[in-house]
């Protein structure tokens, strides 16, 4: 099933065996197309697999956590999120949600569901009431919400890729002109 309703019921039986199956957590909301009088609700799925619930019990993962979304990678444009740490040994996953949609409300409600298919044990010795200790992520304003509403006392950090992309994006926004010009002359004078 490619779309539609019956791709959810596919989805809803492969996320009921991986649980079966003691493959991790994984739990599913179905889509519901929002209605004159309905707002709907968005699709979120939110995926722990059994290596990624024993990274959770490196003290890295609380620590610092790298949350980064990509969409595109399919004919629908669905935005998929990684959460990550890095370790001695190299990177590590913690958790993935794929969503059909990137507004805080949405990737709220998503990080609460990843906190609940944790359990209490995650983000190392902190717990996922607590959460990680630093975050870093790209420059969405939607994430950022999300995050600070699921962890209030996280520090959020900007991903020096993203910064540097966001910066070299306003330096070539027309209207700063007058302002790069002003730079130049301070610079180079």
């Not at 957590?25 to 968005?42: L, R, T």
């Not at 993935?96 to 983000?123: H, P, R």
Request: charged share 20%; net charge negative.
């Amino acid at each position: 099933a490619q779309n539609g309703e019956d791709m959810f019921d596919q989805l809803e039986k492969e996320v009921a065996e991986f649980n079966h199956n003691n493959k991790g957590n994984a739990w599913m909301q179905k889509y519901i197309a929002p209605e004159k009088d309905d707002f709907g609700q968005p699709f979120i799925l939110v995926i722990i697999t059994n290596l990624m619930m024993r990274c959770h019990t490196l003290k890295e993962a609380g620590e610092l956590v790298y949350m980064d979304t990509t969409a595109g990678l399919d004919v629908l444009n669905t935005p998929f999120t990684i959460l990550s740490t890095s370790t001695p040994a190299g990177g590590l996953p913690l958790g993935v949600i794929i969503a059909s949609d990137e507004s805080a409300n949405t990737f709220t409600k998503a990080l609460e569901i990843l906190k609940c298919l944790i359990l209490s044990a995650g983000f190392g010795e902190h717990g996922t009431a607590l959460g990680p200790q630093v975050i870093m992520t790209d420059d969405c304003k939607a994430e950022k919400t999300a995050l600070y509403n699921t962890w209030k006392n996280a520090t959020l950090l900007l991903c020096v890729f993203h910064f540097l992309q966001a910066m070299w994006q306003w330096l070539w926004d027309g209207k700063h002109e007058a302002r790069i010009r002003i730079l130049k002359d301070i610079v180079f004078k």
